[in-house]
């Protein structure tokens, strides 16, 4: 079946280091990657988007890699700030024959300390 | 741009009743709306894609004749949870591809959606 994983353990980190969240999939065949933010009881708010043929995307402080080799992505925020703390989802989209849809991982907790 | 607005935030209804959700896009016209359903500490799961002028589509084992799905015009979908139960508990969340968007590739905008608590 198909599958995306996130690190379900909550990522605690300090206040400016570099937060790196992992999203890996199996049986997909993704064209394009996204990653939303969640905040509690909140809807996700969409980020970035990357393509297969992409390696690297970046907007402002943060950062997606896409390997369809190892099936992962990685999402990187650089100079990290307690306003970084929510939820990550990273998303893949799959063709069906009833549209496109977007799966969702279940994301990773991130907390940036002070 | 591309704001999608839900309504209520939240809802306590009593077991056995039926609740309404609204799901509306404020700039932009949504032919097709996607409902997700959250439980705590988990993903969003997929229920249905409201289609604009059409029937619903609904996932597997989402059951259709217990969240009805209309999307009567452009900017509008709701979702109404019939008889409902204390399992149906959960967070319902709304979300539409901004206008002009191609169906495949394009972000989706969601509403801030709704937490619904069945007694």
């Known amino acids: 079946s198909q599958k995306i994983e996130q690190n379900s353990e909550a990522l605690n980190i300090q206040e400016g280091k570099t937060a790196t969240l992992t999203c890996n999939y199996t049986n997909y065949s993704p064209a394009y990657l996204q990653w939303y933010r969640q905040d509690p009881g909140r809807g996700p708010v969409f980020l970035l988007l990357?393509?297969?043929?992409?390696k690297e995307k970046r907007k402002e402080r943060l950062k997606v890699t896409f390997d369809t080799t190892l099936k992962q992505s990685l999402f990187h925020i650089t100079a990290s700030q307690p306003a970084d703390s929510a939820t990550y989802l990273c998303a893949l989209e799959r063709l069906t024959g009833g549209g496109n849809k977007l799966t969702f991982g279940t994301g990773t907790q991130l907390k940036v300390e002070l | 741009g591309a704001v999608v607005s839900q309504h209520p935030s939240w809802v306590i209804c009593k077991s056995g009743t039926s609740v309404k959700i609204e799901c509306r896009s404020l700039d932009f016209q949504a032919t097709t709306m996607f409902w997700y359903r959250q439980f705590p500490k988990q993903s969003l799961m997929l229920m249905a894609t409201?289609?604009?002028?059409?029937?619903?589509?609904?996932e597997q084992g989402v059951e259709k004749d217990k969240f009805l799905i209309n999307h009567a015009s452009l900017t509008l979908s709701t979702l109404t949870v019939t008889s409902a139960h204390p399992e149906d508990s959960s967070f319902y969340i709304c979300?539409?591809?901004?206008?002009?968007?191609?169906?495949?590739?394009?972000?989706?905008?969601f509403g801030n959606g709704t937490r619904l608590t069945v007694t």
């Open positions: 409201s289609n604009e002028g059409s029937k619903a589509t609904y």
């Open positions: 979300s539409a591809r901004g206008q002009g968007s191609g169906s495949y590739n394009s972000p989706l905008h």
């Open positions: 990357i393509r297969e043929n992409e």
